[in-house]
């Protein structure tokens, strides 16, 4: 037992569920957006809210002593160094991050279920579009974050035909185009992210330099002639054997001397480490059919059998880690 386990730090661990509920409802009803703009008394947010006032009193106070709320004479206001990120306001939001997480929450509760009778956990079949919203919003955020560093990472060189594979909203593609002026690409994701995409390419004065392809990776081939193909956050989704699909078609897409490039969790061999990989695992045990969090010898035998070579582990850095190969 590691050193600084003892039945009250469990104790803790167990009941931390509490806060990250706290907060995911006042997210779930848009509390910090109500209370952004002044002070509101706990009668008056449950008349916004259409909300019970015993139960929004308590969730106010409680959102007070979290110090994500201030409360001064009775009255409550969204702390104000966090309306930036606690709203929809402005390029620092993570609002759609945390309401992405409200919706794991839901498939997360039934880990024991599954756990006993095999998943993915039950998901309503409607809200589907919310919560693929939920997604790429959050995806967004992390990748606006992260997309610097990534690029210098893989350093693109010469490459001038980028294919972002499941690209989400672009901020990946961004990334590559900032740093390559010479360089064009192809974001290739379901039809309804395309318009996400489209906005934020626009946004960005980019979309000259990207053409957007609505496609499903699991049933359609890819566009073919790039010499970079990014595989972000995708692998762990999927099955080894439905891996092994994916990495045929990139190496289809691909001109010869092309370089893949996939950013995952990279486990360790005997699959505890990193420990956030070892839990995001469990996400995908709850959220989906075969996914996982992959080793790299998983990961390069799997690009070995799809005809890749010269296959390293690029970085090593939990979500961020990047592994390389080249169509020979």
């Known amino acids: 037992m590691k050193s600084d386990l003892s039945p009250t730090s469990i104790q803790h661990m167990a009941r931390a569920f509490s806060r990250s509920r706290v ?6 009803l848009d509390l910090f957006t109500v209370l952004a703009d002044r002070s509101l008394s706990a009668e008056e947010a ?25 409360k001064t004479t009775g009255r409550y206001r969204t702390t104000q160094a966090l ?5 929809t306001r402005g390029e620092e939001s993570i609002l759609s991050s945390l309401m992405h997480s409200a919706y794991l929450w839901k498939t997360w509760s039934q880990l024991t279920d599954v756990v006993q009778g095999g998943g993915p956990a039950h998901r309503p079949e409607t809200g589907w579009n919310h919560r693929m919203a939920s997604f790429i919003g959050a995806m967004h955020v992390r990748a606006l974050r992260d997309a610097p560093a990534l690029v210098r990472a893989v350093n693109p060189g010469k ?10 909203s672009g901020s990946y593609t961004i990334g590559f185009l900032k740093a390559s002026p010479g360089m064009k ?9 395309i318009p996400m995409a489209r906005e934020r390419l626009s946004a960005g004065g980019f979309l000259d330099r990207v ?10 081939s890819l566009p073919g002639g ?13 099955s080894h054997e439905h891996n092994m699909k994916i990495y045929r078609k990139i190496h289809d897409a691909l001109i010869t001397g092309g370089r893949i490039i996939i950013r995952d969790y990279v486990m360790n061999p005997d699959r505890t480490e990193p420990a956030s990989g070892a839990l995001f695992a469990v996400n995908m045990l709850v959220n989906t059919k075969g996914g996982n969090s992959y080793t790299f010898d998983e990961i390069r035998e799997g690009l070995e059998e799809a005809g890749f070579q010269r296959i390293k582990l690029l970085q090593n850095d939990e979500m961020s880690s990047l592994v390389e190969g080249y169509k020979p």
């Open 23 to 28: 907060l995911l409802t006042a997210v779930e």
């Open 46 to 70: 449950a008349d916004r809210l259409k909300s019970d006032l015993r139960a929004t009193t308590i969730l106010l106070d409680a959102l007070a002593a979290m110090e994500l709320l201030e």
């Open 83 to 87: 309306v930036p990120i606690l709203t």
């Open 159 to 168: 490459a001038r035909n980028l294919i972002d594979v499941g690209g989400g």
């Open 185 to 193: 690409a192809t974001l290739f994701d379901l039809p309804e992210v």
């Open 211 to 220: 053409a957007l392809v609505g496609g499903d990776y699991n049933t359609d």
């Open 226 to 238: 790039h010499d970079l193909a990014l595989l972000s956050a995708v692998i762990h989704q999927n």
